[in-house]
Each structure stands twice: as C-alpha cells, then as structure tokens.
C-alpha cells in the first residue's frame, strides 16, 4: 500500500537557517503530494502541494518540488523564522483509493533566537 | 478558513462508556473524514464518508463506527471506549475527488479515556 516516511524530528534551528525536511514516499498510482503544517492547539493547515512530476509547490516561502524518480518531496525554506516553529506533516493521496490521504509521522520543527 | 466546527474540544470519559463527536461543515462539501492523530503514527484515517449515508472503512477503524444523516455533520461513535482510544480526533473535508484535491481539517478533538 501507498506509504510516507519523513525525517525524525525534532529539528532545532536558529533564526533566518535554512531548512529542509525529507520526504520520500511509496506509491502504486500517480500520486498527488502535499505538505501541512499544524501550530500547537490547530488542526492541519495545507501549506502547500504538487499533483505531477516536476511540479513545485510554494507557500510563505516554503517549496517542495515533486521528484518522480527519488520518489522525494522535500520541504525546503531558504531563511526560518520563529514563528515556523510547527509540525509539518507529508501526505499524498490517490485518485485510485477515493484521494484518502496517507500521512508521514511529522516533523516538529522548533525555531529559535 | 473552512467552516468546520468539532464538538466538545475536549473529553475525559470513562472505560466501556459510549462517546460521540460531531463534526459540522458549512462549506456544502461532499466528503468528510475522521482521522486520530497519535504521536509516531501522524493521522491515521478512521472512517469517511462521500455522501450522506454513504460511508466506508480507514485504516483503523476498528472500535469505531460513523454516521452521516446531513451534509453537513459526520458522526464519529465509541461504542465502548477504551484507553487505547485515548487519542486526538480529527475531521476534515473536501469538495470533490480529484487529483490535488486538499483536504480541510477541524481544530481537533481532544479525547481522553481512563
């Protein structure tokens, strides 16, 4: 069945670092990619998503571009703020399973000063 | 934000007593989903439904059973609660099945059971 596997977190970083969290999944079809992120005490928000190979979702200054061949969607931000610090989660979804959505274990990510 | 709205926020119930929780959209939108989010597992999807009355089977749907007699509100039951039901429950929606179709989550239900 389809599957998702993200880095372990947590990750820690300071300030305006770069970030970058793995994603890499396992698909029968032709999966649709996404990325959510969820502030303590929230739901999921979708930060963003991809629906073919070589597409590049972008979002408050998040991307991920969908790479067919590594099978990857890496989640990437050029300079982190504070106010990043979150879960993210990756999921993709199948037209083929009803578009359900199948979710990595998340990655809490904690900006510091 | 989507209209969605989950009911109670939080519960602390007992071992082997009956909980429900409502999930209400006003978006009009045909598909609803619970989902339990427990730490290492990310969401794990329970039940959904694509249609009033109509519902199928998550992941773990086990112990769980689901109701859906409007459009906008889907019912998550515990027949019998269990502490391994200790969890916080999810619902989300979306408007149709097509490819990159995102889902739309509620602010979460958090569920204890002692």
């Known amino acids: 069945g389809d599957s998702v596997t993200q880095m372990e977190g947590p990750v820690t970083l300071s300030e305006e670092a770069f970030l970058t969290i793995n994603c890499t999944y396992t698909?029968?079809?032709?999966?649709?990619l996404f990325w959510y992120v969820q502030y303590p005490g929230e739901g999921l928000q979708l930060l963003l998503k991809a629906t073919k190979a070589d597409d590049k979702g972008s979002n408050k200054g998040f991307e991920a571009t969908y790479r067919k061949e590594t099978t990857s969607f890496h989640l990437e931000k050029g300079s982190v703020q504070v106010s990043d610090s979150a879960v993210y989660f990756c999921?993709?979804?199948?037209?083929?399973?009803?578009?359900?959505?199948?979710f990595g274990t998340g990655t809490r990510l904690q900006v510091t000063l | 934000d989507a209209g969605i709205t989950q009911s109670p926020r939080h519960k602390v119930t007992e071992t082997g007593t009956p909980v429900t929780l409502r999930c209400h959209q006003t978006e009009n939108h045909r598909y609803m989903y619970w989902y339990r989010q427990d730490p290492g597992h990310g969401l794990r999807l329970i039940h959904y439904?694509?249609?009033?009355?109509?519902?199928d089977k998550g992941e773990v749907s086990d112990g769980y059973s689901v109701s859906r007699s409007k459009t906008e509100d889907f019912l998550l039951t515990l027949e019998s609660a269990t502490s391994s039901q200790t969890s916080v429950y999810f619902c989300?929606?979306?408007?149709?099945?097509?490819?990159?179709?995102?889902?739309?989550f509620g602010d979460g239900t958090r569920l204890s059971i002692l």
């Open positions: 989300a929606i979306s408007d149709y099945e097509g490819q990159g179709e995102p889902q739309h």
């Open positions: 439904s694509y249609g009033v009355k109509d519902t």
């Open positions: 999921a993709l979804s199948d037209i083929s399973t009803a578009s359900k959505l199948t």
């Open positions: 698909a029968t079809g032709y999966p649709s």
